[in-house]
């Protein structure tokens, strides 16, 4: 069985890639270029150590966004609320950073803790309207992520948290000082961010949290069957809250690294579109750990590698239709293997009930 | 006690058919549209019911409506439509490349071809496949993002466009109505107390109507009378409410998904078109700007009915609107809100219903300080307006809404 779910694992998202792969292929055939040369022109392009680099940055938060959907998916809940928590954890996060002065790992620290508090108090909204108000999460998190947005845009006007540096037209918060910025470490004519290791703690506490904790258990009960965890004492809306809080939480971490390492202020460049993304890593790793940084990898590193495809008059917005097309057959194939799955022990549970049936009847006979 | 119960729910069902009997509903529309004009008066905020704003409400409000319209055929049917935003940008992008080809007309026709095929993919999806239908609509909404992208760097920049926006294509014919319009402009003219008011606003959705719009707007009606008149209507919420018993009652639910589905990505891929080719000339990327999603909170705020979404976009688009074209006179629609809320709490009273009323009176202090101490709303909690609105009518009325039971939930043939 274990053996099978694992076989399952890894078949599927391949699958899911090949058939993107194929779609992209036929859509490049379409366009007159000889699709193989343009693979292998990303390949070459995207394992460039110059871009490898940034593509690992971009991986560390990716990889944050898919835990925090996954911590959301253990629960069945859907987080799509991951934007606007990440916009509140690092706009938070940079303008509480740039006010106070602290001795240099405290500093930092402290911007993590408060760009976690804000992701998390945003997902609570989301959390209280879904226990106590009965709010569907999918379209309370859509509003809120708008209503993030503005609230942020809001506050970075020039008289209230923002400013304006000169010669830029960007609207940005103060700046870190230096206490509060995170080293970078130098390979390959690029700098990575030294974040790189929280997102490997990140993933590993979420591993420890879900498998070998108390907490963990029963948030995969409540997950697996709300009413079979309430009725063996689990505290399940609680459960479903805390969960969502939690999902948050690292929501919350996403631009951090960005912030700590390279920008260290707030902008409204800070990218969006962190929460389709951080599902989508989610279902492609199916939840595991080590899953979500492979499928993290696989996006940043066909974001970075698209703009070359400019050069042979191909836009490259193709990878946005790629990714989408790997979300959709990972789910179908998912989708699919699930109801094998179900067919195989319907069968099993099936065949396993004549044979019964035969043997009581042979036993009928005996007796007689 | 059970007198007291007796009373609450007397006093309960007077107010429900208050907001019932049509005559009574023209008079309290008559009465806010007096409260807007005392409003004017007062604060000199002349924008709020000048033709200008509501033929800007009207053009605002047409896309929300459609996609609306799309969204509640989809959850009436029990399949809830996250991709209606994707389903706008096909809309946008089909209306102005055909359109430029081949004319407005086609344009328009394109589409609703390809909305059509677009709901018909999230059909097959959620109904076929069976896959969590919020994947599927998000996947819709980044794949239709990415393939206009895409699909503008190749056909664009070689005729005149760019990137990121279509060369223009010709819009669609407008007029204004005969005799009415003119004659509504002259009264509006003469400035009298509020019957000027209701001449200009009513002048400002009478002239230069484009023809789509009368039909966008008659799809209001037929979305009603589809719903509640015909057997298909009756198939469909049957199909979201119970898609189990429906199918035992030899109702074929998936096919009803299909085609509700379907439609609901034409509607919306139509609004998309609106946008293109009557609102602007042109197709520019991020055009649709959340409107799918905006979409799908009239849904709720309109309680799943037609009437509602219809008043929902109009709400919406008239804030829209009001921030486009005067942002001061937002807090002047701020003071008209608590003299409302004030009034409403006076009627509670008067029906002895302490608890709303002390609410109500609560909302109308707030608007009043609140337009006392501000000068301006900024834009960006406009712009927002119909996200909060959203959140609060499901915090707080959510008693009161009635969503098809089984929408979201997976439905496979056969199964539980």
Known sequence: MTKSRLFWGIVAPTAAILNSLLFVYIILKLRGVEPIEMFKLMISYGFDPRNLVSEINQTVAYYMAGVAAAIGFKMLLFNIGIDGQYRMGAFFGAVVGAAVNLPPVLHVLLIILVAMLAGGVWAAIAGYLKVKRGVNEVISNIMLNFIAAAIIAFLLSPNLLGSLPEGSQNLQTKPIPASGQMPTIKAFEGEIYTFFFIAIVVGVGYWIMLNKTIFGFNLRATGLSFRAARASGVNAPGMIFITTVLSGAIAGLVGIGTLLSDTHSYSMAFPSGYAFTGLALALLGRNHPVGIFFAAFLWSFLERSAPVLEFEGVPPEIVIVMQGTIVLSIVIAYEVVARINLRQQQRAVGSANTENQNSQAEQVKETK | ?416
């Open chain 2, 1 to 416: 006690m059970s007198t007291n119960t007796n009373s609450a729910k007397k006093s309960g069902s007077k107010t429900k058919s208050f907001f019932k009997s049509p005559a009574r509903v023209t008079l309290l529309i008559a009465g806010i549209f007096l409260i807007i004009s005392l409003v004017e008066v007062i604060t000199g905020a002349t924008d709020i019911s000048s033709p200008g704003t509501s033929g800007a409400t009207l053009r605002f409000a047409i896309p929300l409506l459609m996609a609306g319209l799309g969204g509640l055929w989809a959850e009436r049917a029990g399949v809830i439509n996250i991709g209606l935003e994707g389903m706008m940008i096909v809309g946008t992008w089909t209306a102005a490349w055909f359109g430029y080809l081949h004319g407005p007309v086609i344009g328009i026709l394109a589409a609703a071809f390809f909305g059509l095929a677009s709901g018909f993919f999230h059909a097959i999806m959620t109904v076929k496949i069976g896959i969590d239908q919020a994947v599927s609509g998000l996947a819709i909404n980044l794949i239709a993002a990415g393939a206009a992208r895409y699909l503008s760097g190749i056909f664009f920049p070689p005729v005149g466009g760019d990137r990121t926006v279509s060369p223009p294509v010709d819009t669609l014919p407008s007029f204004s109505i005969p005799i009415i319009a003119p004659i509504l402009k002259s009264i509006d003219e003469k400035e009298i107390f509020f019957v000027s008011n209701i001449a200009g606003l009513l002048y400002g959705v009478t002239k230069e109507l484009s023809v789509v719009t009368v039909g966008f707007l008659l799809l209001v009606p037929l979305t009603s009378w589809i719903l509640w008149r015909s057997k298909f209507g009756l198939r469909m919420r049957f199909s979201g409410e119970n898609p189990m018993a429906a199918e035992s009652l030899g109702i074929n639910v998936y096919r009803t998904r299909y085609i509700a589905i379907s439609v609901s990505g034409m509607l919306a891929s139509l609004g998309g078109a609106y946008l293109a080719l009557v609102a602007s000339s042109v197709y520019r990327e991020g055009q649709t700007a959340g409107r799918g999603f905006i979409g799908l909170a009239t849904v709720i705020f309109g309680n799943w009915k037609p009437s509602g979404v219809f008043a929902g976009s109009i709400l919406f688009g008239f804030t829209d609107a009001i921030r486009v074209r005067q942002a001061e006179s937002v807090t002047a629609l701020i003071l008209a809100a608590g003299f409302v809320a004030l009034l409403l709490s006076i009627f509670y009273t008067s029906s002895r219903r302490w608890k709303p009323a002390a609410s109500y009176f609560t909302i109308g202090l707030v608007a009043l300080w609140i337009n006392q101490s501000v000068e301006t709303i900024p834009q960006e909690f406009v712009t927002v307006f119909p996200n909060v609105a959203t959140l609060l009518v499901l915090t707080f009325l959510a008693q009161r809404l009635t969503p098809p039971a089984m929408a979201g939930m997976p439905y496979r043939r056969g199964s539980e």
